[in-house]
């Protein structure tokens, strides 16, 4: 299962069923890790790394549904949950962290399976 760092504002934000979407940049690294999790040539039809730049071709809407553990801060006590996202490729919502006019790698939080370590205030 992938595991994603958030940080704490977003993390309790999606929490509260406020924010519904979390996102990364389009970047190599990141291409890698949704790959291996769900293999995103079911994203992307005729993308591909060339030398260090990711190219795509054609893009396909939305990927199936998996599952991700988002986490915030460090440690094995940290705070975490579980959820079922969804993956495409679009601009965010500037009130949730998005550059406008920027695109992202955007994961659709559809339903929080499980959390654990959560301290509250």
Request: proline share 4%; charged share 25%; aromatic share 14%.
């Amino acid at each position: 299962m992938l595991t994603l760092p958030t940080k704490k504002k977003w993390f309790d934000m999606i929490l509260r069923g406020i924010k519904h979407e979390e996102y990364r940049e389009i970047k190599p690294y990141y291409t890698t890790r949704f790959d291996n999790e769900i293999n995103c040539s079911g994203l992307f039809i005729g993308s591909c790394f060339h030398g260090e730049a990711f190219i795509e071709l054609h893009r396909v809407a939305v990927s199936a549904p998996f599952i991700i553990k988002f986490v915030n801060g460090y440690g094995n006590d940290r705070p975490y949950f579980i959820a079922q996202v969804r993956l495409k490729v679009a601009t965010g919502c500037e009130d949730w962290g998005a550059e406008p006019e920027k695109e992202y790698y955007v994961l659709t939080i559809n339903k929080i399976l499980e959390s654990g370590n959560i301290k509250e205030c």
